[in-house]
């Protein structure tokens, strides 16, 4: 009698079911019995003694903490190794320096003081004036014009200064200044390896000479009508780039890096991916080089940004700007590879958080799975459901997760210089197309089984 009973509430509860929820009760029928009739999983093999467990994971974390060590490390060994010994690189680096204007004015202006340093205008107004005077000029008409020499010096020293600005401002200063860097590109590096001691030293400074670009601005201004610019004997003066004692340290640092640039990338990577299978729990252990991505990131910025301020502080006041604005052009790309990695080492940490049990993690995977299960309802469940689509992705929903995070690390590996927007814009292409996975993912209809049916 109470059999009657259940089967007549089983009966009732089912009748008020729709269609679909039918349906998935069968489907979780079906997949109890299945694993229910499933052979017991095997016994797991007892654990190691917990000296062996400790050592590993005390091991995982050494090698995940040298591997994000290695991370900044290498990306500064990789710059240094392009830039400097590189020259088309380089040129492409340093290029764009002599378009900023705080560089252009100060370039103008240094090049202009030693063009008027060996061209005295007042002087040869006075010169002229006497020459006139002792050919009889009238007294009143030569104190005239000894007044009037400062004021046609100041104009002179303007018509001077424009004439270069013009000149450090146009394309052919721009030719002439890549020509220049490749030359000098070309010493930088032999200096640098200790081959050569092409860049001059002068006292305690290493110095850039400024011959060329003073010989430019001469051509120019005679060509423009100041023939008093021709006069000029072939001058080599220098700016003071940095303490001689720069050099050598730099020497050592850049041979380091620099042969550095060839393996320590790889035995990076190979220390992560050691740490990773090491670690008794892989899920945290990506989180955490992701966090230390970040983190090496964070000291690699600070530690720009004290060099650039202890540059700045190193020139004149009247060089700040222009010394400013060339370091932050020379770094560019260094700048950007660490926003690169930054990105995507939280990118990781966050996948890393989201795929593990957390309580914010969990909620956030039901709320994606509840939204993605409400567009699926209805028809397009069904059709899902009875067409080749749905079962075919239920089926082989694991390997289309995998193609597809492989599909954005190949993507992210191929692209040119990516930055940090591309790194978001990768990652948010993958949750796109998981979520389409997601969609699809539709279990075959099942027959209803018989104990439902009568």
């Known amino acids: 009698m109470s059999h009657l009973n259940d089967s007549s509430q089983g009966t009732a509860s089912t009748a008020v079911l729709n269609e679909d ?69 380089f040129i492409a680096t340093a290029s764009p320096v002599i378009e900023d204007p705080a560089v252009q004015s100060s ?32 007294p009143e008409l030569v104190d005239r014009l000894h007044d009037l020499t400062g ?36 010493q930088v590096d032999a200096a640098l390896s200790g081959d050569s001691s092409a860049i001059s030293i002068k006292g305690d400074h290493v110095v850039l000479d400024l011959g060329p670009f003073i010989d430019a601005a001469k051509q120019h ?16 003066p220098t700016v003071n780039l940095f303490a001689a004692s720069t050099l050598v340290r730099a020497q050592t640092a850049y041979r380091t890096l620099d042969a550095m640039a060839t393996w320590l990338p790889w035995i990076t990577v190979l220390l992560l991916a050691a740490g ?16 230390g991505v970040v983190a090496g990131m964070l000291v690699l910025a600070a530690a720009l940004m004290i060099g650039r301020a202890l540059l700045v502080g190193a020139v004149p006041q009247q060089g700040v700007a222009a010394a400013a ?66 079962p075919w992705v239920h089926a082989h929903i694991g390997l289309l997760r995998i193609a597809a995070t492989g599909l954005a690390v190949l993507v992210f590996i191929l692209s040119d210089r990516p930055t940090g927007l591309d790194v978001l814009l990768i990652a948010l292409g993958l949750v796109i197309v998981l979520a389409v996975i997601e969609f699809l993912d539709q279990a075959p209809e099942l027959p209803t089984s018989a104990g439902a049916t009568t």
């Not at 017991?40 to 995940?64: D, E, K, M, N």
Request: aromatic share 4%.
């Open 221 to 236: 201004l005679v060509a423009s009508g100041f023939t008093a610019a021709g006069k000029i004997p072939q001058v080599n």
């Open 151 to 186: 004021p046609l010096a100041s104009s002179v020293a303007s018509l001077v200064r424009s004439k270069v600005g013009e000149l450090v401002a146009s394309p052919q200063f721009t030719a002439a200044w890549n020509r220049a860097l490749q030359a000098t590109h070309q």
């Open 276 to 291: 990773i299978y090491l670690a008794r729990r892989r899920r945290r252990a990506v989180l955490g080089i992701g966090l």
């Open 21 to 89: 929820e039918r349906r998935e009760l069968e489907r979780l029928r079906h997949e109890v019995a299945t694993l229910r009739a499933a052979p017991p999983p095997p016994t797991p093999p007892a654990p190691a003694p917990g000296r062996r467990i400790r050592w590993a994971s005390l091991a995982a974390a050494v090698l995940i903490i040298l591997g994000c060590v290695g991370v900044p490390v290498s990306v500064l060994a990789i710059w240094t190794h392009n830039q400097v010994a590189n020259t088309d690189r």
């Open 325 to 390: 604005a060339t370091y932050d052009i020379l770094v560019r790309f260094l700048r950007t590879a660490l926003r690169t990695l930054a990105v995507l080492g939280l990118v990781v940490a966050v996948g890393a958080f989201l795929v593990g049990p957390s309580p914010t993690a969990v909620q956030v995977r039901t709320t994606l799975d509840r939204g993605i299960r409400g567009l699926r309802r209805g028809r397009v469940a069904d059709m899902l459901r009875t067409g080749p689509v749905g």
């Open 107 to 138: 370039l103008s202006d240094r090049i202009s003081a030693e063009v008027l340093a060996y061209i005295d205008v007042q002087q040869l107004a006075n010169d002229a004036v006497d020459a006139l005077a002792a050919q009889g000029l009238r």
